[in-house]
C-alpha cells in the first residue's frame, strides 16, 4: 500500500505540468479544448494497456519459474509464445499430485525475482535504458511484445481520424468535416505520443519490476501522467503546424 501512492502522486504531478501549455494553446486556439480530451485520452489509454500486458507478462513468467524446480537452469528453458506456455505447464503437470505442484518457498527469495526470462527482457542482465530508448525496442523487437506494441499503436490512426470527425461533426452540427491537413498533423503528433509512451511504459515496467514494486499498481498511473503532459505538448505543436500551413481545424472555423 505504502508503494502505490507514489505513483498515483507522481501521475497528478505530470498532469498539472500540462496545466499552462493547455491553458496557453486554449487561449490561443478556440477549439484546442475540444481535441484535447481525445488526445490525451486515447494516448494515455493505450500506452496504460501496454504497462499492464509486460507487467502481467512478468508475473506469469515469475509463476511458471517458482513452479520449477530448483536444478532447472531457466535459461536452457525454451521459450514458447504467452498462450502457450499455460498449456506446456499444464501438460508438464500431468500425473503429478497437488503436494508436488505446491511452489517451493524457498525459491521466492531476492535474487530469484531477477532470474526471469522474457521475449522482451532477460532480467538476469545489467540493463540499459538509454540502448531501449535509442533503438526504440519497445516498437522495433520482435515477439508477443513487440506485435503488440505495433498493433496498438497502429489502432491510432483509424481511431484519431474517427474521432476527429466526431468531435468536428458535434461542434457543427454535423455540417462539416476537418480538414485533412488537421487530421494529418493530429494523427501525426498521436502517434509521437503513443510512441513515447511505449517506450515509457517498457522502461517504467522493468525498473520497478528490479525495484520490487508492483509494475501493475506504479506503472499505469505515471504513463496516463506522462500521456497527459506529451499529448498536451504534441497537440500544441500540431495546431501550430497547421497554423503555419495556414489551414483550419474545418472550413470557416477560424484557428
Not at 169 to 179: H, K, N, Q
Not at 206 to 225: E, F, K, M, T, Y
Amino acid at each position: 500500500m505504502k508503494y502505490g501512492w507514489y505513483p498515483v502522486f507522481a501521475s497528478m504531478i505530470l498532469s498539472n505540468l500540462s496545466g499552462p501549455i493547455s491553458q496557453a494553446s486554449i487561449a490561443r486556439f478556440k477549439t484546442f479544448a475540444l481535441f484535447q480530451v481525445v488526445m490525451n485520452g486515447a494516448g494515455g489509454n493505450l500506452g496504460a494497456i501496454f504497462a499492464s500486458k509486460l507487467s502481467t507478462d512478468l508475473v506469469m513468467a515469475k509463476a511458471e519459474l517458482v513452479g520449477r524446480t530448483p536444478t532447472s537452469d531457466p535459461s536452457k528453458q525454451p521459450m514458447l509464445p504467452v498462450p502457450f506456455r499455460r498449456i506446456s505447464k499444464n501438460l508438464n503437470q500431468l500425473g503429478q499430485i497437488r503436494a508436488d505442484l505446491e511452489p517451493n518457498q524457498d525459491l521466492v527469495d531476492k535474487s530469484y525475482h531477477l532470474e526471469i526470462r522474457t521475449d522482451w527482457v532477460d532480467m538476469r542482465e545489467q540493463q540499459s535504458y538509454a540502448r531501449t530508448w535509442m533503438t526504440v525496442q519497445a516498437l522495433t523487437q520482435s515477439g508477443d511484445m513487440g506485435r503488440f506494441a505495433r498493433m496498438l499503436i497502429m489502432l491510432i490512426i483509424p481511431g484519431q481520424a474517427l474521432f476527429s470527425c466526431v468531435v468536428v461533426g458535434r461542434a457543427t452540427s454535423w455540417s462539416a468535416l476537418p480538414s485533412f491537413n488537421f487530421v494529418l498533423c493530429l494523427i501525426v503528433a498521436s502517434l509521437l505520443q503513443v510512441c513515447i509512451l511505449m517506450m515509457a511504459a517498457r522502461t517504467l515496467v522493468v525498473v520497478l519490476w528490479r525495484n520490487r514494486i508492483d509494475p501493475d499498481n506504479g506503472a499505469s498511473p505515471l504513463v496516463c501522467g506522462l500521456g497527459d503532459l506529451f499529448g498536451t505538448s504534441l497537440l500544441t505543436l500540431a495546431y501550430l503546424a497547421l497554423a503555419e500551413l495556414g489551414d483550419e481545424v474545418w472550413p470557416g472555423e477560424g484557428l
